[in-house]
């Protein structure tokens, strides 16, 4: 799990997380949201659909906007949350909803974990959520810098060329330690797939003699 990565990491390293790996330049709150997603893709790569829920919870979102409908709260009992499978495009079109108000569509905006799963990242953040009244920008925010993203909102009179969103690494060694810790991780489950298999192999030629 990404979460364990981070747990494979020295002290210092974990440490040094929290002053950012990767940092997000953004001016809109939908972009930024989608910056910082980008950003925990381009980090942990092999990162599984489940894993990358496990990172971005539903709770950090938990309702969208009152005005359009959709799947989400304060329509359903159900948290809108950061991301979603992109299997959510059918459940919109068979309530006839509008999927692109809700998530960002387009090819460019949509991500692929490592276990083959599209994933949709929430389009509506609010400075005021409609269920908590808290800021889901902020909340995103402030929880993902546990994983080294860190984010700098650009005020509106500064020039910000790309429009949405910039990415950079800020700090290169952190990075490949974080690389070889998803790689270690990699190599456990190698290491235990040959044990299986001559311990299988082993049983074989017992139970043959």
Same mark, same amino acid.
């Given at each position: 799990?990404?979460?364990?990565?981070?747990?494979?990491?020295?002290?210092?390293?974990?440490?040094?997380?929290?002053?950012?790996?990767?940092?997000?330049?953004?001016?809109?709150?939908?972009?930024t949201a989608l910056g910082?997603?980008?950003a925990l893709f381009t @980090?942990? *790569?092999?990162?599984? &659909? !489940?894993?990358?829920?496990?990172?971005?919870?539903?709770? +950090?979102? *938990?309702?969208?906007?009152?005005?359009?409908?959709?799947? &989400?709260?304060?329509?359903?009992?159900?948290?809108?949350?950061? +991301?979603?499978?992109?299997?959510?495009?059918?459940?919109?079109?068979?309530?006839? @909803?509008?999927?692109?108000?809700?998530?960002?569509?387009? *090819?460019?905006? +949509?991500?692929?974990?490592?276990?083959?799963?599209?994933?949709?990242? =929430?389009?509506?953040?609010?400075?005021?959520?409609t269920e908590t009244g808290?800021?889901?920008?902020?909340?995103? +925010?402030?929880?993902?810098?546990?994983? /080294?993203?860190?984010?700098?909102?650009?005020?509106?009179? !500064?020039? &910000?060329?790309?429009?949405?969103?910039?990415?950079?690494?800020?700090? *290169? =060694? @952190?990075?490949?330690?974080?690389?070889?810790?998803?790689?270690?991780?990699?190599?456990?489950?190698?290491?235990?797939?040959? /044990?299986?298999?001559?311990?299988? /192999?082993?049983?074989? &030629?017992?139970?043959?003699?």
């Open positions: 799990m990404s979460i364990q990565v981070v747990e494979r990491l020295s002290s210092s390293d974990r440490a040094s997380l929290k002053k950012g790996v990767i940092e997000v330049t953004g001016k809109a709150m939908n972009r910082i997603v980008d @980090l942990y *790569p092999k990162a599984t &659909f !489940e894993e990358m829920k496990q990172m971005l919870p539903d709770t +950090i979102n *938990p309702s969208a906007p009152k005005n359009y409908k959709s799947l &989400f709260k304060p329509y359903t009992t159900r948290n809108y949350g950061v +991301i979603q499978p992109s299997s959510i495009r059918q459940e919109c079109q068979a309530q006839d @909803l509008d999927i692109h108000a809700s998530h960002f569509t387009e *090819p460019n905006e +949509i991500f692929t974990t490592a276990d083959g799963v599209e994933v949709l990242v =929430a389009k509506a953040w609010e400075s005021k959520d808290e800021s889901d920008i902020q909340n995103l +925010i402030d929880h993902v810098l546990q994983y /080294g993203v860190r984010v700098v909102q650009v005020e509106r009179k !500064e020039a &910000f060329n790309k429009g949405d969103y910039n990415l950079e690494v800020i700090n *290169p =060694a @952190l990075k490949q330690a974080i690389d070889k810790a998803s790689t270690k991780k990699n190599m456990w489950w190698l290491y235990a797939l040959i /044990g299986l298999l001559v311990a299988a /192999g082993a049983g074989y &030629f017992l139970t043959k003699k």
